[in-house]
Nanobody
Framework: EVQLQASGGGSVQAGGSLRLSCVASGFSVDEFAIGWFRQAPGKKREGVACIDNANDREYYGDSVKGRFTISSDSAKNTVYLQMNNLKPEDTAVYYC??????????????WGQGTLVTVSS
């Protein structure tokens, strides 16, 4: 059974850091593109970052470039999202997703459950 288990959300002050984790089961993170999305209240879901381990590529949304880093640990079959210099506008529910492709689109094959990130000013 394919599953994605996201965790690591919490509440931090602006300028702080959090690391989200997405543990995959039923497939290898080396063979699928894994991405992070977020959705703030009243807003559309937004792509945050994506990693394509097979081709050693990473992609970031413009709003997080230079602050967020996506990485993976093949041994743990886990993808991380390190979030630094967090801003109140980063407040959202964050989801990980997987797609059998080189990039995660807005219609991935699998979704994980969300983890809430709250950034206070």
């Amino acid at each position: 059974e394919v599953q994605l288990q996201a965790s690591g959300g919490g509440s931090v002050q602006a300028g702080g850091s959090l690391r989200l984790s997405c543990v995959a089961s039923g497939f290898s993170v080396d063979e699928f593109a894994i991405g992070w999305f977020r959705q703030a209240p009243g807003k559309k879901r937004e792509g945050v970052a994506c990693i394509d381990n097979a081709n050693d590529r990473e992609y970031y949304g413009d709003s997080v470039k230079g602050r967020f880093t996506i990485s993976s640990d093949s041994a743990k079959n886990t993808v991380y999202l390190q979030m630094n210099n967090l801003k109140p506008e980063d407040t959202a529910v964050y989801y990980c997703a997987a797609e059998d492709s080189v990039v995660v689109t807005t219609t991935p094959d699998y979704w994980g459950q969300g983890t809430l990130v709250t950034v206070s000013s």
